[in-house]
Every structure is written in structure tokens, then in C-alpha cells.
């Protein structure tokens, strides 16, 4: 049974194909954004930057997932002193973790409603409100994760 956990190494290892997608799409946007970056208002040079923004905090969360799950549920990375290293490497514990996972999700998700109160003129008043909703949940669920993790930590 604690073999088991060897069948997540490769779970871990596809994260990194979803990284090398998620970099192939940023700088698809950003092929696609440069050549134009004269042309565009203000409103939406923002729009475009903060889809790049979400794009990075998307690949951060990966990254942090990938590396912290493997060493947490996998096995510790062995890593030599003279070799880069991540300095929060081993320092995320499973609570930690989530927090990162939780408090990623609430930025992604801010990023998307900015980018929808933005163009707010061309959405839908109830679309709208579901948006927030949606992203107040998510705001209510990772204060009520820090506040129950805090009392098990007590």
C-alpha cells in the first residue's frame, strides 16, 4: 500500500506537459498581442496584460503543485547544495499547500471578474452576477480554510 504512491510520480510528471501547454498558449497571446499593442486603448492594452497575469499566476500554481506534491506525497527531491534550488522547497506542508492552492484560485478569479467589469458593457446583468457570486464563494472558501486551518493548528 505505501508503494501506492509512486502511481502519483507520473500524475505530477503530466503537470508538466500542462505547464509546456500553458506555455505555448502565453506566447501565443503574446505573438498575437505585440504586433498590435500601438492600435489598442488603454481598456484593452489592461484586458490583455491581465491575461497574460492570469496566464503566470495559472503556471506559478502548476509549478507549486507539482513540486510541493511530489516532495509531500511522493518522495523528497534530492537535490545536491551546489544545484539551484527553490528556497520554499520542503517547506509546504499539505495545509500550506492548499492555502497556495486556495489563495491562487481567489487571484485567478479576480483577474477573471477585473477583466469582466471591464467590459462590462457587453455582459449580461445576471451573467454578471453569477461572476461575483462564483468569486465570492471562492473568497468565502479560502477564509473558512485559513480560519479552520489555523484552529487545527492550535
Known amino acids: 500500500m505505501y508503494a501506492s504512491r509512486l502511481l502519483l510520480a507520473p500524475v505530477?510528471?503530466?503537470?508538466?506537459?500542462?505547464?509546456?501547454?500553458?506555455?505555448?498558449?502565453f506566447f501565443q497571446e503574446l505573438y498575437h498581442f505585440i504586433p498590435f499593442i500601438l492600435e489598442l486603448d488603454e481598456s484593452q492594452l489592461v484586458?490583455?496584460?491581465?491575461?497574460?497575469?492570469?496566464?503566470?499566476?495559472v503556471?506559478?500554481?502548476?509549478?507549486?503543485?507539482?513540486?510541493?506534491?511530489?516532495e509531500n506525497f511522493v518522495s523528497r527531491l534530492d537535490i545536491g547544495d551546489s544545484t539551484e534550488k527553490l528556497d520554499w522547497l520542503?517547506?509546504?506542508?499539505?495545509?500550506?499547500?492548499?492555502?497556495?492552492?486556495?489563495?491562487?484560485?481567489?487571484a485567478i478569479s479576480s483577474i477573471h471578474l477585473l477583466k469582466i467589469f471591464m467590459n462590462i458593457d457587453t455582459t449580461n446583468n445576471d451573467k454578471v452576477m453569477w461572476?461575483?457570486?462564483?468569486?465570492?464563494?471562492f473568497v468565502i472558501s479560502a477564509l473558512l480554510m485559513a480560519y479552520f486551518d489555523k484552529l487545527t493548528k492550535h
Open 47 to 57: 484586458l490583455k496584460l491581465l491575461s497574460l497575469v492570469d496566464l503566470t499566476l
Open 12 to 25: 505530477y510528471m503530466g503537470l508538466s506537459l500542462a505547464l509546456l501547454a500553458l506555455f505555448i498558449k
Open 90 to 106: 520542503g517547506t509546504h506542508d499539505y495545509g500550506s499547500l492548499k492555502m497556495k492552492v486556495a489563495s491562487s484560485i481567489v
Open 131 to 137: 461572476y461575483a457570486l462564483v468569486h465570492l464563494t
Open 59 to 70: 503556471g506559478s500554481l502548476i509549478v507549486i503543485v507539482m513540486f510541493s506534491g511530489y
